[in-house]
């Protein structure tokens, strides 16, 4: 989980900014962005199929 201290007279642009990064570092939001939807397990191998392919064709 992400948490910042915030600093006395320090802007509130200068506190999202060190939140924005510190959740970029901790995966946060590329962790939501794949959970957002869920896939049952056969479209989930539907899908890693057409990327191996995709991947191997260089396309």
């Known amino acids: 989980m992400a948490s910042i201290k ?3 007279n320090e802007p509130f642009e200068n506190v999202l ?3 924005k990064k510190q ?3 901790a995966g ?3 962790e939501i ?3 957002e939807h869920y896939d049952k397990p056969s479209v989930r191998r ?4 057409l990327a191996a392919r995709k991947k191997r ?3």
């Open 6 to 8: 915030v600093r006395e």
């Open 17 to 19: 900014k060190r939140f």
């Open 57 to 59: 064709s260089g396309i």
């Open 33 to 35: 962005r794949r959970r």
């Open 46 to 49: 539907k899908k890693k199929i």
């Open 28 to 30: 946060i939001l590329t």
């Open 23 to 25: 959740c970029e570092k």
